[in-house]
């Protein structure tokens, strides 16, 4: 699927795979509204970012784990292709990561960039 922007990726991404209730991480760069959509869905979203502002939940430094527990999240969001994000989804969760990945459910498409649903 080609889309216009990052938010609306993350629109039809939610609309598919997030179910009301679930929690939600994000990491990286986020688009304007985003927590719109996820309180909508009635969702908690928690948004992990490098560098300090107002929409990051926590600031993490550049190769630092995170402080989150395995099996955490319903569905992830990775921006930064963090290593090993894979292990904060509980096992029926989703993860949208930026990359052409071998195996994607689905493949989204914003400007050059390329995202995997796995």
Do not use: W
């Not at 039809?12 to 994000?26: G, H, K, R």
């Not at 784990?65 to 989703?94: T, Y």
């Amino acid at each position: 699927m080609n889309f216009i922007n990052h938010l609306q990726m993350i629109q039809v991404f939610a609309n598919e795979y997030c179910d009301p209730e679930s929690l939600v991480l994000l990491i990286g760069n986020i688009p304007n509204n985003i927590r719109n959509i996820f309180k909508f869905i009635n969702s908690d979203l928690i948004i992990v970012g490098y560098v300090k502002s107002d929409s990051i939940d926590i600031v993490v430094s550049q190769g630092k784990s995170f402080p989150f527990e395995s099996n955490s999240f319903d569905l992830i969001i990775d921006f930064e292709n963090v290593e090993n994000v894979q292990s904060f989804l509980k096992p029926n969760g989703r993860l949208l990561t930026k990359g052409n990945i071998i195996g994607a459910l689905e493949r989204y498409f914003v400007s050059q960039d390329t995202f995997s649903v796995l």
